[in-house]
């Protein structure tokens, strides 16, 4: 295992943005994970862990061990459905290679950046589809202890764009692997409502609506390697039935959808955000896509903390007009 000193973060998060870390080091098994722990222990120094750096933002240097998760392999089950991915291998990689393989489930989460190990524990999801419909379990490095560990889907509390992973009390287990449960059978899920515009109501194959997201998502996002972001920076804000209607008292067209919850609605956070005119703002080196609110870039040389005070702008002017805070998608450090 090679650990490198003060070493540059820009090739290792999307925003592009320029931090230092004092180490970095890249853990290809769980062996080299429990070494670059102890390292970390031994100088006494907090410690980053670290997939593709999609989901990121650096607002400074980072004084301690930043561990890459690089560990790979992909174990298929055909008879059962089911796969074992290991923490590092490339999300979209995965999907291609269940969905060549006649596994199917998670074709609507195609071209969403990041790492296998990343996704449990952001509950990723996307075009009507969540993660954790297709999750088993999970296997994970207890830090503290230096055991492992496997956690059942039922305990990994998935919620939107949560998970047990990002709760305090759990910041000690670190995701090696992870088992899903997908299907033979072929039922496309084309209930989200662009997606089933894109198809124009036709039953596509799963090549096609693979194809479709990833058009659709590219149509939406910028590429992280022409224009650095981190793709939606907010959650979309869950609301009571009630405060959608004081709300739609000022704005009869505001869009909602169904949040899962019983008296309450999810709202876009980019139709909030367009309604104050955020597309395509610049606050410093920092700027808005203007293909998209919810996307915060780096047109050439923001800083992290730029972009962490227009992610501020924005949420406390939503909050100001709306009455409602934003959360970030984004994990900010």
């Known amino acids: 295992m090679v650990i490198e000193e003060n070493v540059s973060l820009k090739q290792h998060n999307s925003f592009g943005i320029i931090a230092n870390a004092a180490y970095l080091s890249a853990a290809t098994s769980q ?20 997939g593709e750096g999609t989901n990121v933002l650096f607002t400074r240097d980072y004084p301690g061990l930043v561990v890459r998760m690089a560990m790979t392999g992909i174990e298929l089950d055909h008879d059962n459905a089911a796969v074992k991915v290991a ?14 393989n006649r596994l199917h489930g998670l074709e609507n989460l195609a071209l969403i950046p990041g790492t296998a190990g990343a996704a449990p524990v952001q509950n990723i999801g996307a075009y009507g589809v969540e993660l954790a419909a297709y999750v088993d379990r999970v296997d994970v490095l207890d830090t503290v202890t230096g055991s492992q560990q496997v956690i059942a889907a039922a305990d990994c509390e998935f919620a939107y764009r949560d998970s047990v992973f990002k709760q305090a009390n759990s910041s000690s287990l670190l995701i090696t692997a992870v088992h899903l449960q997908l299907s033979r059978d072929w039922q ?17 194959t799963p090549q096609e609506l693979f194809d479709t997201v990833c058009r659709i998502r590219r149509s939406k996002l ?12 907010f959650k979309n804000p869950m609301v009571s039935e009630g405060k ?9 067209n505001i869009v909602s959808f169904d949040a899962g919850e019983p ?57 100001d007009e709306f009455g409602i805070a934003l959360q970030p998608e984004v994990r900010i450090i």
């Open 222 to 233: 910028p590429d992280p390697k022409h224009v650095g972001n981190a793709g939606s920076f």
């Open 244 to 252: 959608l209607e004081q709300l739609r008292a000022s704005y009869p």
């Open 87 to 100: 923490a590092g291998e490339n999300w979209h990689c995965l999907v291609e290679t269940c969905m060549s």
């Open 31 to 50: 062996r080299e994970l429990i070494n670059a722990l102890d390292f970390a222990d031994s100088k006494r120094i907090p410690v980053c862990i670290l």
């Open 263 to 319: 008296g309450f609605k999810k709202l876009p956070a980019a139709w909030l955000l367009d309604q104050l005119g955020w597309r395509g703002r610049c606050r410093g080196t920092a700027a808005v896509s203007g293909e998209h609110a919810l996307v915060l870039i780096n047109p050439g040389q923001a800083t992290g903390e730029d972009v962490y005070l227009l992610a501020q702008e924005m949420s406390s002017n939503v909050l």
């Open 188 to 204: 496309p899920n084309t209930s989200y409502g662009a997606l089933n515009n894109a198809l124009e109501g036709s039953q596509p």
